[in-house]
């Protein structure tokens, strides 16, 4: 029964930390694209910036989620990390005319998501402790 419990809390935090981490990074997405409009900046800038939203979110999203956990911090952010990574992809390429292109990129994406989910788990763990 107590393994049930933790399959259960495992999917619901991945589930609520990646819905957080999205909404983080349309809203942050959002700002940033307004400042576009305002300041010139050069597309290797744009690049590092999306990235440093994405990992903010990633955080963002996966210490909500694991405010109550004590265990299975990498775990549960390597999940968040991914999924959250596969959630973005696809609301982004819907909002860009359905262009799903899988490419390296999305392999670059879901590595960096998983790398920074498994750390973002292990802080949102130690910072409870």
């Known amino acids: ?3 049930i419990e933790k399959q259960q809390g495992f999917w619901k935090s991945t589930i609520k930390g990646s819905l957080y981490a999205l909404s983080f990074s349309l809203i942050l997405v959002l700002i940033f694209a307004f400042m576009l409009r305002f300041f010139a900046i050069s597309d290797g800038l744009i690049t590092i910036i999306i990235e440093i939203i994405k990992g903010a979110s990633i955080l963002g999203g996966t210490i909500i989620a694991m ?3 004590k265990e299975m911090g990498f775990l549960t952010g390597l ?3 991914i999924t959250f990574t596969a959630l973005s992809f696809t609301l982004f390429s819907i909002l860009d005319s359905f262009t799903f292109e899988f490419s390296r990129t999305l392999l670059n994406d879901l590595l960096f998501g998983s790398l ?7 802080i949102a763990v ?4």
């Open 67 to 69: 405010k109550k956990c």
């Open 116 to 122: 920074i989910g498994g750390i973002s788990g292990i």
């Open 126 to 129: 130690n910072l409870r402790n």
């Open 1 to 3: 029964m107590e393994m």
């Open 79 to 81: 999940a968040i990390g």
